[in-house]
């Protein structure tokens, strides 16, 4: 058994107050710079011939850890990449007592040109004289896993790791991931105060967005009720906040544990004590450490919930909860602090500053073979090729980072205009304009980042650009009800009221009517969602039996998200129907209206739609036709007036022209289906193709035989319901629906809904 023992990581090994020195080297390392002519070359800009290797023995395995658990630079790279951090001597041995790597010219560019010949393409390949690589060329260093393991797997073990190396001046380099001096061990180290104030004061001063945004998210000039106090060495509760002048203020989002007795709370018996005196010794780590950072960067106040709400009212808490678009929406700073309280707090905040940002390593002007006498350029080692970036998707990160699991959190990140990650590896900064890594630099926008969501609260009226405002909310409308869905609450009774800050932020801006996750004035899309079942469903129906006693037939609330402990990143509500009609909705001839709603405590509580749904309808002004459910094989087939709905020239055939989702899955083949089924129009869509251009029509009949004709309509199914609360015939949804087809010329093809089929008004419970 090899005398190397297992190796702990760096910054676990280390005192967390230390600092490191960038691309520092050791003896060995700085022998390998000095010795390897093909990375003087590389330095001195010779020309290299592509496949051009060298081969260097570095050192022996204990010292390329004595390097590692050192200071240098290259030793971390190397040791990391290959799995020496991993190895345990129980486990596995030591391959080879010495280290080799190997360096080869690579330009992947050229090399997937060549991959494809063409008539022009070099003679190299016959002459075998490789061509020289390019400016986007670079070295590659490979490197073996130090060990092997007991049960040896060859995929594994003789893998080889990268590293690739690329001149200092390479345009395609991210300078900002090398441009870098002492770093510390710790994101929490008093160092990282200082990232935190340059990326607020940078935003405040150079992003208007984000200056803005909390009067787009906000409405009037609510406030919260309370906040804490820092001013001196004391912890106290505010609770007259009306009175401050030319208030700012942080919040803080968190998660409480396991266990909620963990966190100081707010009761009412201790009102009147936290408003002296808060012992800062009762304080959890992350409440401590959200206000060192608030009072680092000059702010008076923070607001943490389980402080500023009364946990033990219920009255409290429910107006509190119905403010969170004020509180979030007019904090100048969130700090979100991503693990729960289960996580050791000491070991998730430390890292190891040489394996995330690259080694650069000044090369000394020595003669060389060629011609070159040029200064010599320095040499940048990586883990990746190109440009290094870092990617950030909360999508992705939920799973890294527990707190963005969290549906209350979810509407807290959306409606602050800058938030700072916290308490992880590496600090992040997201804001209205973008997102900052403190060793990436810019980072690129997902989808789902906070900039691209912006345009969801971005004054939809009163706008000259109304129109285009107006189709952007339409589109992330579904992404953000998504989001939401996939998002976990400890008790899911709160899934409504977790998304009423969301709600009045939009509201506040745009003045649309909210009714149960719809919008009135986008109904003929927001009501076709379609339902996703669970694998396995368990107990999945009960759940949504009780469901729908608190939400309406029609809403996406009355069906239960996917269990929490489930793999899957997909929800048991999608809205592909939506996103077919929705692309296609320039063409649009037809939709539905809602003309009334109802809801019975309405008009004693005026924000009652916002956290209780139970007995609410909705009135359409709709196309109604009756349609039957038939089994066909394993599949429920939606017919219209009985029949499949195409007739004449089509181009699709009938079984594939109707495509319909039942909300209820767990129907056998051959067991009875609901009767007395209606089909209601919500949108109908139609164009024709006149050459590669499509056109919206307002003629049911094409003219000329050139003419493709081309249409699609949606819809849901329901089925009678009885009384609605306010004493109407109602109906009832069981599955959604959309129909498409095609024609040439004057092809005739029958459509569900005749354009004689006249309107009426349909009651949805």
């Not at 394993?634 to 079984?655: N, T």
Request: net charge neutral.
């Amino acid at each position: 058994m090899s005398s190397v023992k297992w190796s702990p990581l760096y910054e676990r090994h280390v005192s967390e107050d230390t600092v490191i020195t960038l691309h520092r080297l050791c003896t060995t390392c700085s022998r390998f710079q000095r010795q390897s002519t093909l990375l003087r070359r590389l330095s001195h800009g010779e020309q290299l011939r592509l496949y051009t290797k060298e081969s260097f023995k570095l050192c022996s395995v204990k010292d390329l850890k004595a390097g590692y658990l050192g200071d240098c630079h290259l030793c971390a790279l190397l040791w990391t990449h290959a799995g020496g951090y991993r190895f345990d001597p129980d486990k596995g041995f030591i391959k080879e007592p010495d280290i080799t790597v190997c360096l080869e010219a690579r330009d992947y560019e050229m090399e997937y040109a060549l991959e494809y010949p063409t008539s022009c393409l070099q003679k190299w390949w016959n002459d075998l004289v490789p061509p020289f690589i390019t400016e986007l060329g670079v070295v590659v260093l490979t490197i073996s896993r130090v060990y092997s393991s007991k049960n040896p797997s060859p995929d594994i073990d003789n893998k080889m790791y990268e590293l690739y190396i690329y001149p200092s001046s390479n345009r395609n380099l991210n300078s900002a991931t090398f441009r870098k001096g002492n770093e510390p061990v710790s994101s929490k180290n008093d160092m990282k105060l200082a990232q935190i104030e340059s990326w607020y004061l940078q935003c405040c001063k150079d992003h208007p967005k984000c200056t803005t945004y909390p009067g787009m998210v906000t409405q009037g000039s609510q406030l919260p009720s309370r906040l804490l106090d820092l001013q001196g060495d004391k912890i106290k509760l505010e609770c007259n906040v009306e009175s401050l002048c030319q208030l700012q203020y942080t919040t803080l989002s968190h998660m409480w544990g396991p266990d909620p007795n963990a966190c100081l709370q707010l009761t009412q018996a201790r009102l009147h004590e936290f408003q002296s005196d808060i012992p800062s010794s009762l304080l959890p780590t992350k409440y401590l450490e959200a206000i060192r950072i608030a009072k680092a960067l000059g702010f008076q106040y923070i607001w943490i919930d389980s402080l500023c709400i009364i946990q033990d009212s219920d009255e409290d808490w429910k107006k509190e909860a119905l403010k969170m678009a004020a509180v979030y929406g007019r904090t100048t700073l969130n700090i979100s602090y991503v693990y729960p309280p289960s996580n050791s707090p000491s070991q998730q905040h430390l890292r190891d500053p040489r394996i995330i940002v690259p080694c650069e390593l000044p090369m000394e002007h020595l003669r060389t073979s060629g011609n070159s006498s040029a200064d010599p350029a320095a040499l940048v080692f990586q883990s990746a090729p190109g440009f290094v970036n870092k990617f950030w998707s909360p999508t992705t990160y939920k799973h890294i980072w527990p707190l963005l699991s969290r549906a209350w959190v979810f509407q807290e990140r959306l409606l602050c205009s800058r938030n700072i990650y916290y308490g992880q590896d590496r600090l992040l900064w997201e804001c209205c304009e973008g997102l900052e890594d403190e060793f990436s630099g810019r980072l690129m926008d997902s989808p789902r980042s906070k900039s691209r969501f912006h345009s969801v609260f971005a004054g939809i009226q009163g706008s000259s650009r109304g129109r285009e405002h107006d189709e952007s909310f339409k589109g992330q409308w579904s992404l953000l009800v998504e989001e939401y869905r996939l998002a976990n609450l400890t008790f899911e009774k709160d899934r409504v009221i977790a998304f009423a800050g969301i709600v009045k932020a939009v509201q506040s801006q745009t003045k649309f009517t909210y009714l149960a996750g719809i919008w009135k004035e986008f109904a003929e899309l927001d009501l076709l969602w379609v339902f996703h079942p669970p694998s396995p469903l368990g107990d999945f129906y009960a759940k949504r039996n009780e469901m729908k006693k608190r939400a309406p037939s029609w809403s996406w609330f009355s069906v239960p998200t996917r269990l929490q402990s489930a793999s899957t990143n997909s929800d048991t509500v999608d809205f592909r129907i939506r996103a077919e009609i929705y692309n296609r909705s320039n063409h649009t001839i037809y939709k539905t209206r809602i003309v009334s709603f109802h809801h019975p405590k309405l008009a004693s509580n005026p924000e009652a739609l916002l956290h209780n749904l139970e007995s609410m309808s909705i009135t359409l002004k709709t196309r109604k036709i009756p349609s039957i459910l038939a089994w066909d094989g394993p599949v429920i087939r939606l017919l219209p007036h009985g029949k499949y709905a195409l007739g004449g020239k089509r181009y699709f055939k009938p079984k594939n022209a109707m495509k319909y989702v039942h909300d209820d899955v767990s129907l056998l083949p051959g067991s009875a289906v609901p009767s007395g089924a209606c089909m209601i129009l919500t949108a109908f869509e139609a164009w024709v193709f006149r050459g590669k251009v499509d056109h919206r029509y307002d003629s049911y009949v094409p003219s000329g035989d050139e003419i493709t004709t081309s249409w699609q309509c949606a819809g849901l199914v329901v089925v009678p319901a009885g009384k609605s609360a306010s004493g109407q015939d109602s109906w009832g949804r069981i599955g959604a629906f959309v129909f498409e087809n095609a024609v040439d010329g004057f092809g005739v093809a029958e459509i569900p809904f005749p354009m004689d089929v006249e309107e009426e008004e349909v009651c949805l419970v």
